[in-house]
Nanobody, 125 residues
Framework: QVQLVESGGGLVQAGGSLRLSCSASGRTFDRYVMGWFRQAPGKEREFVASISRNGGSTNYADYVKGRFTISRDNAKNTVALEMNSLNPEDTAVYYC??????????????????WGQGTQVTVSS
């Protein structure tokens, strides 16, 4: 089992940047594919990015591609989401998620086994 804790959310102006971090408990962090999802008020939770167990492969939603970067440090049990060129449509609660040894990267929320409590990101216009 793994516990996930996000940090780094906050209020930023449009065009600005934020870096989210997710810290994971446990000794098998490198066995998990990690993902970031977000949920805006009144909307479904949506995929943002995922990263393979060794960090060698990544996948992004089209609406963040080129602006967001996911990375991980298996020695520190952390995964990060660097967000640049933020716009008000990026406002949401951002969640870190983990899935144990899946066959491939997945963007489906239902595939993930563990979730953090979320961190609020608000982008003002």
């Amino acid at each position: 089992q793994v516990q996930l804790v996000e940090s780094g959310g906050g209020l930023v102006q449009a065009g600005g940047s934020l870096r989210l971090s997710c810290s994971a408990s446990g000794r098998t962090f490198d066995r998990y594919v990690m993902g970031w999802f977000r949920q805006a008020p009144g909307k479904e939770r949506e995929f943002v990015a995922s990263i393979s167990r060794n960090g060698g492969s990544t996948n992004y939603a089209d609406y963040v591609k080129g602006r967001f970067t996911i990375s991980r440090d298996n020695a520190k049990n952390t995964v990060a989401l660097e967000m640049n060129s933020l716009n008000p449509e990026d406002t949401a609660v951002y969640y870190c998620a983990a899935v144990f040894t899946p066959p491939r990267l997945t963007s489906v929320a239902g595939d993930y086994d563990y979730w953090g409590q979320g961190t609020q990101v608000t982008v003002s216009s």
